[in-house]
């Protein structure tokens, strides 16, 4: 496999930005916008979020922005044609970042062609298990050449993180703590144990840790124990403020990094 | 054609456990230690008591004599109406309690619709001195007040679902994010055979007594085990489950399912998923499910707060496209006259839920030796002001 995110962390092992969010929101047409301002800010990489009406592992800010992304007529299909053509604007590693029945309905095969096609680098379905993606989806992801992204907890067992590394290309998306997106709790003794723990067990995929990273000091904590981070709920809400979708990035994207 | 789930945890395609990487210790948790748990002789003899003095088992199976001359064949009702807190319910409750007990949880977490399923828990969690959090949609709480306040009453906290359609489906979705962000000590009680794998089969088995007693009950009063027609309403389907249950193998029994047509099944304010669902995922198992072409789940709409949900359980999916069960459904309309009827003919205010099922005798169009099993899995006490409403009692 060789596509843009092992590229990115071969050259770039730590402190590495990755930045979520949901397609359509604020407004239909704003995801490309957000994807060229992200990259021109310095955002190594970007989860685009695909709407789902049941948000199980969201928070409110993430159910929210979905709501309002279906509204304003999101879907799979829409978001398919939005991004056509963004690699002839851009080579920031994408990410697609969704719940499992969409997809299911888009067509599994139909969806790992079209996103391939357009230049998509991994896709994370948090509700797709680990043992009916290797039985069912496996050989379709590497045939497109789209690396599977895998959650792991603080809960997840030794050697089921073994496991998921052993199946996965691309990183490890290392959630925070026992939570929803968006809370904002803060990476207590606990988290740190277990990113600590995590860390010991030098595994073959890159970690980047998610969930609760919402300003510069729990990125900078979270970068401490990892190759970078992935701020989501956050983001969303920045792009909620008053002016323009480019001020708002960047004054988000400063405060995080400056 | 096996109706049983398989050791992967499907029925057929349906079932599974779709569940993002939080919920996996606990849900595998579970898979891993309900069947020995459930099988242990401690475990048996605490439940069999708790339902038998308790519960106040076995529940009646009544010979309907006025319902059965309007219909002109034989009815029987399965009086889970009877129950202690008035529903099948508790079956699943109590068994489920004593499970997460076993698993040394202290707080126990559930979604309600009618409110049946939460005044169930929290009487357990009551029972048990357990915490006890009960999701439920902002409408449910509305329409369905007196089980509110019963669950208040047994120190339960009622949580609002203010997403969606702010029912059943929006309940469950809080009730698995509190799961989520609680997974070490918390306990969720599903209260339907829907949700991830084990859930559906677990909670099929617990309910499994109430066609366990049909078949002993019958035998006494008709000299047979099998009747010809076993009749019930599905929401998530764990009534219909546990009535059907011990008749899966029976080819000779016609299961008959009952979804909620709402306003009709076209007007596009429905729940009658087996018409208007299609494969897909939801609650962490692959079913039935009403949706758009897009994937994204459809608002249901019922009178009845139990049946108001956009999928079935994989089970019934599976009963479904293998033709084993056949679907039948009812409008609110056709219910509430179910309502009527029942109370003036028998002098048994069924619940709204169950009115579905009784709704249907007509059409069975059974002979007069025919043997028919309805499951009156619910009392109306808790629909009380919506007859009222309805039937203009109110203002005489
Ligand atoms: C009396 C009664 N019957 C039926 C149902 C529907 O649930 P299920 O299909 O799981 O039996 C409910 C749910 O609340 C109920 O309260």
Known sequence: ?258 | MSYHVNEKGFYGKFGGAYVPEMLYPNVEELRQHYLRIMQEPGFQAELQVLLKDYVGRPSPLYFAPRLSAKYNTKVYLKREDLNHTGAHKINNTIGQVLLAKRLGKKRIIAETGAGQHGVATATVCALMGLECIVYMGEVDIERQAPNVARMKMLGAQVVPATSGSKTLKDATNEAIRDWINNPEDTYYIIGSVVGPHPYPDMVARFQAVISEEIRAQLLEKEGTELPNYVVACVGGGSNAAGAFYHYLDEPTVQLIAVEAAGKGVDSGESAATSILGKDGIIHGSRTLLMQTADGQVTEPYSISAGLDYPGVGPLHAHLFESKRARFMNATDDEALQAVLELTRLEGIIPALESAHALAVLERLQAAPDDIVVINLSGRGDKDLSTYLKHFHFDEQ
């Open chain 1, 1 to 258: 496999m060789n596509n843009r995110l092992k590229t990115l962390f071969a050259a770039k092992q730590k402190g590495l930005l990755s930045v979520y969010f949901t397609a359509g929101f604020p407004a239909l047409n704003d995801t490309e916008e957000i994807i060229l301002e992200l990259e021109r800010n310095g955002v190594d990489l970007i989860e685009v979020g695909m709407p789902f009406s049941d948000p199980l592992a969201d928070g409110p800010t993430i159910q929210a922005s979905s709501a309002v992304a279906l509204k304003n007529g999101m879907t799979i299909t829409k978001l398919f044609e939005q991004l056509q053509h963004i690699r002839q604007k851009t080579q920031v590693p994408l990410v697609l970042m969704g719940y499992l029945n969409p997809v299911m309905q888009y067509g599994m095969e139909r969806f790992g062609r079209k996103a391939s096609e357009i230049g998509i680098d991994g896709v994370i379905l948090p509700d797709l298990p680990l043992h009916q993606y290797v039985e069912e989806y496996k050989e379709l992801f590497e045939r497109y050449n789209l690396s599977k992204i895998f959650l792991i907890t603080p809960q997840t067992p030794e050697q089921r993180i073994r496991e998921i590394d052993s199946q996965s290309n691309g990183f490890i998306y290392m959630v925070s703590s026992a939570s929803t997106t968006g809370k904002t709790v803060g990476l207590g003794e606990q988290s740190q144990a277990y990113f600590r723990r995590v860390a010991n067990m030098q595994l073959q995929n890159p970690g980047v840790i998610g969930f609760g990273i919402h300003d510069k000091e729990s990125f900078a904590s979270a970068c401490n124990h990892a190759s970078g981070a992935i701020i989501g709920s956050a983001f969303v809400k920045a792009l909620q403020q008053e002016g323009s979708l480019q001020k708002n990035i960047q004054s988000f994207i400063q405060s995080i990094r400056n």
